[in-house]
């Protein structure tokens, strides 16, 4: 792979232009007079040349003889051009030499003599394959600065190979922890008040009562030192090292601590965790294998991880805990895995009151956790310290395989293909966003290592601006771009820090009782003006039957005019389904910033910043419903049909079917169970009897229960009690119980005769109840184009409903009835509905999971949830496939041009 040119200026150019000519001698820059006697030590300048450039364009003998003649000038060389390097003689002060040519007639500029270099490339071996290193600028950032060897970076994960020849100089060593009458006799080569393992591998601080190639591999590495002080290594069996302070509950933590072993040796068993760890400090220019990011560094293990890749959550608590204790301001976190967790949301937060950064990988299931949620990667909605990482391949383009989220990751960085080091002195490249966050972790450590002042804020700030911005990462990143160490050493290196505004952590429904929502309780991250927060400021609230109202906004426990939690509050509501209310962003801080819903730093944009509480009220219950007497004969050889008209509209979770009836010799019956016909379709059919029973006489009071121990092939005569049926009723659940059930009875022999004293169905569900004809509408919230330019149009179908039902519950209005072929008039009843009207619907087919609409007018796209869209939304009344319960609808969009076209996808669950 090739290199960008190294023969240009790596630094930034200073200099002092002539504007006009001047007759009296020109003051220095201040800022430049006071910089350079540094630039001077560090090399950047020649302290003894002055380079003029003349106003004439060529060279000539009288510009030549001028500069010549001046105090300082002890010879002066013509570059060409009318440009002339001017040596000064010794003793001269750079400054006033400066100030001097430049006020000089006919002189342009006057400039120190800058000393250039190439752009730094190491010299490892396999630098060339590390495509990531050029892509993210790592040589031009090398030319400011390869690492500081006193900066720690905690690597939680499967552990690190404290051995590897590439790491072992960057692993770090806990000092606490080092023998006293062992630091004693260690020098400290490089000077950096710290003993590290460069140190120990330079031969002054090896020998007895020091430390020696224990393993024998050649160098001095962590698994010498972890040995037994009896084997000549440092483990004393003892917490610290008898200095005050010294202790952390960790006996003999020389590298860090293993997490899921509960041990002092952190050695991946995995390889992961060494990976990770190359990508962010392997050793540079040590003509050994790969450089990492940051060449001088310490990698602190802290294995959580076991060999098979997984770990607990409480031993990640434990690791980001102890490196917070050990005052790390940064870990990676190339690891997920479950759902939000209290615990761990709780030790984010600590570190961020500490000032540590916390770098995620976004997660590899290529999806967007805006919508779904990925943890750790997702805390970045909670806490300002996480820096969430999507990977790129070679050609910035986002991995199919990565996660993203506008909100929810930070910015991208190499991920694909990526080469480094893994255990047992081997390489090799692997792909992940576990493998572009430790590209993140390295450039942090590198800028804030060489900035040790700023704070965690100044750090992220700096981080997201110096982004190359990629069009592809549009949308897909907060920052829209990947990663650019080289721009976090241009310009200032104290960006400023944007204030962010408020943002919602947290948004729960609730109620006086377990059956009604009446408030949401909302929390911010930080006190926020009462007077900013009122119902206006609530700009969608709906509710299973359509659109609700604010009754007001209540802080709770405020101080002084602001405060963290409020309850919105509203009439109890008892409908089953699904509730959504948004709010925002004109809701500030004390200081007047807006809110900051999306963390992009940029406050109270319209629509990313408003925050959507969502809650479903789901009020179960039990419930009997029979057919009282009816005394129906069973004659012999003949059927017996029963039905059970039922009104109440329950999503059944659970049924079971009493039966009592009288019969000689059993075996001779048949008993099934069928739903209700919807729609035309036929219910489903569960045999609850198959000719048990011997000649034993009647069923009494027989309950068929999925739940019960016995099953009714294994029961005797005449059945008291509950029996498994012959085939589950669970295919009911899901199902409505509204509508007609029918048991049937038949006698499959001669001789016997009965009578069907009655049945009963007991039913624990949902009010509301599933299946049937559900409802498309089409929710007006901004005033709709004439009729002519939205334009409803019934899509013909196989099977479809033969007029759009009514309302199906009140506060709707109902489209007019009208056969499929009736599109006028249905185009006239939503083409009227006004902004803020309750929806206007038409008829959909829940039974074959196809909604039988289609519309003209401004395309849409699905945000994939329960509820509508906005700008002639879809709403949706969650239509189920009986089996699942889940959402499973076919919508059909076109723009106006094309008229009524071909379908843009599927929409709401497995459709």
Do not use: C
Not at 434 to 457: K, R
Not at 684 to 701: A, E, I, P, Q
């Amino acid at each position: 792979m090739g290199f960008p040119d190294r023969s240009r200026l790596g630094r930034a150019h200073l200099a002092m232009e002539r504007l006009e000519d001047r007759t009296t001698p020109a003051k220095l820059d201040a800022a430049l007079a006071l910089a350079l006697p540094d630039l001077v030590a560090a090399g950047a300048v020649s302290g003894d040349h002055v380079n003029v450039v003349m106003n004439a364009t060529s060279t000539n003998a009288a510009d030549l003889a001028a500069l010549s003649a001046t105090p300082f000038a002890a010879s002066v060389s013509p570059l060409g051009f009318g440009i002339y390097s001017v040596t000064l003689t010794p003793g001269t002060d750079l400054g006033g030499a400066l100030a001097f040519y430049g006020s000089l007639a006919g002189v342009t500029s006057a400039a120190p003599d800058q000393i250039l270099n190439v752009q730094r490339t190491p010299n490892d071996p396999s630098y060339n394959s590390l495509y990531g290193m050029t892509r993210i600028g790592a040589p031009t950032a090398w030319d400011s600065s390869t690492g500081t060897p006193g900066f720690v970076v905690a690597v939680i994960d499967s552990g690190v190979d404290y051995r590897h020849p590439d790491l072992v100089n960057n692993i770090w060593i806990n000092q606490a922890e080092i023998p006293s009458a062992v630091r004693a006799r260690l020098v400290d080569v490089d000077g950096d008040r710290t003993i590290t393992f460069r140190d120990l591998n330079n031969a002054v601080n090896q020998g007895a009562g020091k430390i020696t190639d224990l393993n024998g591999n050649g160098y001095i590495d962590g698994g010498d030192i972890l040995k037994p002080v009896a084997q000549g290594g440092w483990a004393d069996g003892t917490d610290g090292n008898g200095t005050a302070g010294s202790t952390n509950s960790y006996r003999d933590d020389l590298v860090g601590w293993d997490f899921a072993n509960n041990d002092n040796d952190p050695l991946d068993d995995n390889n992961h965790g060494t990976h990770v760890a190359g990508t962010i400090g392997a050793v540079g220019n040590n003509g050994v294998g790969v450089a990492g990011v940051n060449w001088n560094v310490q990698i602190m293990g802290l294995k959580f991880l076991a060999a098979n890749g997984s770990g607990s959550l409480s031993a990640a608590v434990n690791a980001l805990n102890y490196a917070v204790t050990m005052g790390v301001k940064l870990s990676n976190n190339s690891w997920g895995g479950g759902g939000y967790d209290t615990t761990l949301a709780a030790a984010i937060g600590r570190a961020q009151t500490a000032g540590h950064i916390f770098v995620a990988a976004a997660g590899n299931s290529g999806q967007n956790i805006d919508s779904i949620a990925s943890y750790p990667a997702s805390y970045i909605q909670q806490y300002n310290n996480v820096v969430s990482v999507a990977a790129t391949d070679s050609a910035d383009r986002l991995a199919s395989f990565s996660n993203y989220g506008a909100s929810s990751v930070t910015l991208a960085a190499p991920g694909v293909g990526i080469l480094s080091t893994t255990p047992n002195n081997t390489y090799s490249s692997f792909s992940g966003t576990s493998m572009a966050s430790p590209h993140v972790a390295g450039a942090i450590a590198l800028y804030w290592g060489a900035n040790p002042t700023l704070t965690y804020q100044q750090v992220i700030a700096k981080l997201k601006s110096s982004v190359d911005v990629v069009s592809g990462l549009s949308g897909k990143v907060s920052t829209g771009g990947r990663l650019n160490v080289a721009k976090m050493f241009a310009g200032s290196t104290s960006p400023p820090v944007a204030v962010s505004g408020p943002k919602v952590v947290s948004a729960s429904f609730g109620g006086a009782t377990a059956t009604q929502f009446d408030n949401v309780l909302v929390i911010f991250d930080k006190a926020v003006l009462t007077s900013t927060f009122t119902a206006a400021d609530v700009s969608a609230f709906t509710g299973p039957n359509g659109t609700l109202a604010v009754t007001g906004i209540v802080a709770v426990n405020a101080t002084n005019g602001s405060a963290t939690q409020f309850r919105i509050t509203f009439a109890a509501q008892t409908a089953n389904g699904s509730y959504s209310l948004t709010f925002g962003p004109n809701i500030t801080d004390a200081a007047g910033n807006l809110m900051n819903q999306n963390g992009n730093g940029t406050n109270g944009e319209a629509t990313l910043d408003r925050y959507t509480a969502a809650g479903t009220l789901t009020t179960t219950t039990t419930t009997t419903l029979s057919t009282g007497t009816i005394a129906a004969p069973i004659r012999d050889l003949s059927t017996l049909t029963t039905t059970l008209n039922v009104t109440q509209d329950i999503r059944i979770a659970d049924l079971d079917v009493v039966v009592n009836l009288t019969h000689t010799w059993d075996s001779d019956l048949v008993i099934t169970l069928t739903s209700p016909t919807v729609n035309g379709v036929a219910g489903k059919t569960v045999t609850l009897f198959n000719r048990r029973g011997g000649s034993g006489d009647n069923l009494t009071n027989t309950r068929f229960n999925d739940e019960a121990t016995t099953s009714i092939a294994n029961g005797l005569a005449p059945f008291n009690g509950s029996f498994k049926p012959e085939t589950a009723l669970s295919v009911f659940d899901g199902l409505s119980t509204k509508g007609a059930w029918t048991l049937t009875v038949r006698d499959a022999a001669s001789g016997d005769i009965g009578t069907l004293t009655n049945w009963q169905l007991v039913v624990t569900g949902t009010l509301g109840g599933a299946g049937g004809a559900r409802s498309l509408g089409f929710l007006a919230e901004e005033p709709l184009a004439p009729a002519a330019d939205v334009t409803p149009a019934l899509a013909s179908a196989a099977v479809a409903p033969a007029s759009v039902p009514a309302a199906v519950s009140a506060g709707f209005t109902a489209a007019p009835a009208a056969t499929l072929a009736g599109a006028a008039s249905a185009s006239t009843a939503v083409a009227s509905s006004a902004p803020g009207a309750a929806p206007l619907w038409l008829a959909g087919d829940d039974a074959r999971d196809e909604f039988v609409a289609r519309y003209e007018g401004e395309p849409e796209t699905s945000d994939g949830d329960d509820g509508y869209q906005s700008s002639f939304g879809i709403l949706v009344d969650d239509a189920a496939a009986p089996a699942t319960g889940e959402e499973s609808a076919v919508l059909y969009f076109a723009p106006v041009s094309a008229g009524v076209s071909d379908a843009l996808g599927a929409l709401f669950g497995d459709a």
